[in-house]
């Protein structure tokens, strides 16, 4: 067997278009004066810690007895079957404690902010997964947590708002521009500023000013690493293709990173194409909206009007709806190393019904993005090709937005007579 990784390390060996806190052309820290000690002291830190053997066991120790990793790399008889193609693989971030592969994230960087004396940590969140999986880890290590998310997400992700409150994070929301991810960054980038002393911002997603990016997709490599171990158990090679979905783009990068010198391999990247392509309908910075610049404090795309303003988005799951996209995945499209695609909310739906159908599974509604783009290309594979597909999250979330769009009538029964129940008789 090919074992020139090794599951249980990060990266030790950057990639060469790494230079100057740029990948490639995009990344670096555009932020004010101010936040350039914090990321400074952020990077010098995680660089000194990172091939650290303690460092690295305490995170494993995490990883294991509190968010139950490895997950499985589960073979899907039924999908396949139904496809008629190649083999699909799914590997299961959702059976992660909080329920997503965020957590994987959140733990490293809130071990990070203990190691460096922070007490308290804030998060910005869209879909709520971010922001419970900071809630989770900063109760069980003592650590303060403040989140802040837009006030539209806090409707539609109800059920995340109400753990993260239980488990002692204060939630912020945040009322003002599109009230959603954008706005939570924002938010969470502006207190940062008037508390860097104590405070450690435990940023979601592999984007952001550097050395985010980087920190965030070390993370979130364990996801490809442990498909590599786990595919080679079984089939004794990499795969040939690899999906995932696209918010910011932790689950994807951390799923491609460690096959990135494969040449063999096909990498997808799916976005939210939302109700259709008009703008401010939908979440696809690799399209005709989308357009470099440098916000939040890097250089990447953005959707954006033609004065350079960042356009509203829509995606019907919260964690997909962001205007920009993490710098590394803008370095690997413009080399055409990912290519990137979009699915319809329609879609998304279609396929998070195909899913608990044949397999019993039922996943967030991010995740449904990728189900339905490998729902699309894997008829079109030889039999003996395999791909997998990353399950970010599970489904539980969403619940509202699914129960609302698929037993609309029931569901409403339902939540009309829990309403009455409440009622004194
Ligand atoms: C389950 C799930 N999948 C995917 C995403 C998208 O984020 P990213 O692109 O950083 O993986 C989110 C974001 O909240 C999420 O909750």
Redesign the pocket.
């Known amino acids: 067997m090919n074992r020139d990784w090794d599951v249980n390390n990060n990266n030790k060996n950057e990639k060469p278009y790494l230079k100057d806190r740029h990948f490639g052309d995009y990344g670096g820290r555009y932020v004010p004066e101010m936040l350039i000690t914090a990321l400074e002291e952020l990077e010098n830190f995680y660089m000194s810690i990172k091939e650290d053997g303690g460092f690295q066991r305490e995170l494993e120790y995490l990883m294991t007895h509190y968010s139950g990793r490895p997950m499985p790399l589960y073979f899907a008889p039924n999908l396949t079957k139904r496809c008629g193609g190649c083999k699909i693989y799914l590997k299961q971030?959702?059976l992660n404690h909080t329920?997503?592969?965020?957590i994987n994230n959140v733990l490293g960087q809130a071990l990070l902010a203990i190691k460096m004396g922070k007490g308290t940590v804030i998060a910005e969140?869209?879909?709520?997964?971010?922001g419970l999986a900071t809630a989770s880890a900063a109760a069980k290590m003592g650590l303060k947590c403040k989140v802040f998310m837009g006030d539209v997400d806090m409707r539609r992700q109800y059920p995340n708002v109400y753990a993260m409150k239980l488990m002692g994070a204060e939630v912020v929301p945040v009322s003002y521009g599109t009230r959603t991810?954008k706005d939570a960054v924002t938010a969470a980038l502006k207190y940062w500023i008037e508390h860097l002393e104590d405070t450690h911002y435990l940023l979601?997603?592999?984007?952001g000013p550097y050395p985010y990016p980087l920190i965030?997709r070390d993370f979130?490599s364990v996801i490809g690493r442990e498909v590599r171990q786990q595919i080679w158990e079984m089939e004794n090679r990499d795969p040939d293709i690899l999906v995932?979905?696209?918010?910011?783009?932790?689950?994807?990068?951390?799923l491609f990173y460690p096959f990135l010198e494969n040449e063999e391999i096909e990498f997808y990247g799916v976005e939210a194409g939302g109700l259709g392509p008009e703008p401010g309908n939908h979440a696809v910075r690799f399209g005709p909206g989308g357009k470099t610049g440098i916000i939040q404090g890097y250089k990447s795309y953005f959707l954006q009007d033609e004065n350079g303003q960042v356009l509203p988005t829509h995606s019907i799951?919260?964690?997909?709806d962001?205007a920009g996209i993490?710098p590394e995945l803008a370095y690997l499209h413009d080399t055409g190393k990912i290519v990137f695609k979009s699915v319809t909310d329609e879609e998304a739906l279609e396929a998070f019904q195909v899913l608990c159908r044949e397999e019993g599974i039922i996943p967030?509604?991010?995740?449904a993005h990728a189900i339905a783009y490998a729902l699309k290309i894997a008829p079109g594979y030889a039999a003996d090709k395999i791909m997998v597909v990353n399950l970010?999250?599970?489904g539980d979330?969403d619940i509202f937005i699914t129960a609302k769009a698929l037993d609309r009538e029931n569901w409403f029964q339902f939540l009309r007579e829990e309403v009455q129940d409440d009622q004194p008789h």
Do not use: M
């Not at 979601?204 to 984007?207: E, M, Y």
């Not at 799951?317 to 997909?320: D, E, I, P, V």
């Open positions: 971030e959702g329920g997503a592969h965020k969140t869209g879909a709520g997964q971010h991810l979601g997603s592999a984007l965030v979130q995932a979905c696209v918010g910011g783009g932790s689950n994807s990068i951390g799951s919260a964690g997909l962001y993490g967030a509604l991010e995740s970010s999250g599970r979330k």
